[in-house]
C-alpha cells in the first residue's frame, strides 16, 4: 500500500528562511505516542526539526525500552515534562492523570515553548502538532499565536459519533451524561455502523468514573476542541473511511502511519521489542500463527486469562502471544514458566513484540485483537484477518467496522 505525502503547508519557511521547527505533543498513552512518533518521522523526511514533548514517566519508558543506546542517533529530539503526579502514583488511574494533566500542563509546556523560542533565533517552534487528548497543547498554542494541527488517533467513525454529541443531545438520543435515554442503536448515517447503547465511544464498562470523565472532557468538547486547531490530522486514508471523511469537514486523513524502514530504536514503544518472535515465526509454516495482542490498556481478570491460556493450548496450532506483565493482576510468571513448559515450542510468548514486522510475516494466519485503532489498521495494511475482542471506548466500533463493513473479522 502506498504511504500519503504527509501534507508540506503544516509547516513552511520563515520570511528568513529558517528551518521549520515543530513540536509534537501525544497524550501519555501508548495509542497516542506510537502514531504520533511515526508522524514525526514522516515530518522530519520533509526536512523540517522536530521535538517530541512527553511526560517525565512516559520519557523514561520509552527510553528504556530502546535496545540500542548509542549507535543510532535520532533525528527527533526527545524531551519531557512533568505531568504533576508524585513518583510512587498510579498513572493507570485515568481520573487521576487527566486532573493533573489539565492542571499542570499548561504551564509547563508554556515554559518549555518559551524556553526554546529563546535559545537559538533559528530554533523558534513555528507549528505544535498535539493528539486531540492532549487538548492543553492546543490551547496553550493557540494563547501564544503558534500555528496549531491535532491528530485524532482513532478511527473517523468515532470521531464522528463524538462531534455529533450535541445533535444526539438535542434529539434526546442521549442526556447530557453520555446515557442512553433509550435502549435502542445509534446511526449517524446508512454509511457508519450503528452504536449500540452500551458500547459509545465513551463506554467504558465497569468503571463510571473514567467514563463520565471521558465524555465531559473529550466527548462534550470535541467541536471546541477541533476549532481551536488550523488543521484536522487523522491516522487513516480516504479509501478506508470515504463516507466519514466527507462527513467531518477539513479532516485530513494521513495515513496509515507506519514504521516502515524507520530506525527501530525510535517507535515511541513503552516496552523493549522482543524481536527474537520475528526469528520462531521464520520456522512456522505459512499462514499458521495465530497472533494474540491486546494493546498497551487492556486487563483480563484471572479467569479470562486462565481460560485463554487454555483455549491456545487445545487448539493446537502455532500461536504468538504477547503478555505485559500488568495485563493480569494473578501470580503471572510461575503460570507462564509451567505454561511454556507444557506448550514445547508449539507457542511463543513475549512482552511486546515489533507488531508491524509480526503482522508482516507470512506465517500468521490471524490476529485475535482488542480492535485498538493502531492495531486494527496495521493489520488492515498487512492484510490479516481478524478475531475481535473489544474492552472499551472506540474498539466496539472498530469491531463493528471490521465484521460488519469490512468484512475481514469476526467478533
Not at 489539565?102 to 515553548?113: E, F, G, W
Not at 442526556?175 to 446508512?190: F, M
Not at 450503528?194 to 458500547?199: I, L, Q, R, V
Amino acid at each position: 500500500m502506498r504511504e500519503p505525502e504527509i501534507p508540506l503547508k503544516i509547516c513552511v519557511m520563515d520570511s528568513q528562511g529558517r528551518q521549520p521547527h515543530v513540536l509534537v505533543i501525544p497524550f501519555p498513552a501508548q495509542g497516542h505516542v506510537a502514531p504520533l512518533m511515526k508522524l514525526s518521522h514522516k515530518i522530519v523526511d520533509h526536512g523540517i526539526k522536530v521535538t517530541f514533548v512527553n511526560t517525565e514517566f512516559i520519557h523514561a519508558k520509552v527510553k528504556a525500552s530502546m535496545v540500542v543506546k548509542s549507535e543510532e542517533k535520532s533525528p527527533i529530539r526527545l524531551v519531557s515534562i512533568p505531568d504533576g503526579l508524585e513518583p510512587g502514583d498510579d498513572r493507570k488511574d485515568f481520573l487521576k492523570l487527566t486532573q493533573s494533566l489539565l492542571k499542570v500542563m499548561p504551564v509547563h509546556l508554556k515554559d518549555l515553548i518559551e524556553k526554546i523560542n529563546q535559545s537559538n533565533d533559528d530554533d523558534q517552534i513555528g507549528c505544535v502538532i498535539a493528539s486531540i487528548g492532549a487538548v492543553w497543547a492546543l490551547e496553550v498554542a493557540e494563547k501564544m499565536g503558534i500555528t496549531r494541527a491535532a491528530v485524532w488517533p482513532g478511527g473517523p467513525g468515532n470521531l464522528a459519533f463524538l462531534l455529533h454529541v450535541p445533535k444526539l443531545i438535542e434529539d434526546g438520543i442521549i442526556d447530557t451524561t453520555g446515557t442512553p435515554i433509550k435502549d435502542n442503536l445509534i446511526w449517524l448515517s446508512k454509511e457508519i455502523p450503528a452504536c449500540s447503547s452500551n458500547e459509545l465511544p465513551w463506554s467504558f464498562l465497569g468503571d463510571s468514573k473514567i467514563q463520565n470523565l471521558i465524555f465531559e472532557y473529550h466527548a462534550l468538547r470535541m467541536n471546541q476542541y477541533v476549532k481551536q486547531c488550523n488543521w484536522l490530522l487523522c491516522n487513516s486514508f480516504h479509501e478506508l473511511d470515504s463516507a466519514v471523511c466527507d462527513l467531518i469537514l477539513g479532516i485530513l486523513p494521513i495515513g496509515p502511519l507506519l514504521l516502515g524502514n524507520q530506525l527501530s530504536n525510535y517507535v515511541g514503544s513503552f516496552w523493549p521489542q522482543n524481536s527474537a518472535c520475528l526469528s520462531w515465526l521464520d520456522k512456522q509454516p505459512v499462514g499458521s500463527v495465530i497472533y494474540v495482542a491486546f494493546g498497551s490498556i487492556a486487563t483480563f481478570s484471572q479467569q479470562q486469562f486462565d481460560e485463554l491460556a487454555l483455549g491456545l493450548e487445545l487448539i493446537s496450532q502455532p500461536f504468538l502471544w504477547i503478555v505485559r506483565s500488568d495485563i493480569t493482576d494473578g501470580p503471572l510468571a510461575e503460570f507462564l514458566q509451567v505454561f511454556r513448559t507444557r506448550l514445547n515450542d508449539r507457542g511463543m510468548i513475549v512482552e511486546w513484540a515489533p507488531q508491524e514486522k509480526v503482522l508482516d510475516h507470512p506465517s500468521i494466519a490471524c490476529f485475535v485483537s482488542h480492535c485498538g485503532w493502531n492495531s486494527t489498521l496495521e493489520g488492515i495494511s498487512m492484510g490479516v484477518r481478524f478475531l475481535c475482542w473489544p474492552f472499551f471506548t472506540d474498539q466496539f466500533h472498530n469491531r463493528s467496522y471490521i465484521c460488519d463493513v469490512w468484512k475481514i473479522g469476526l467478533g
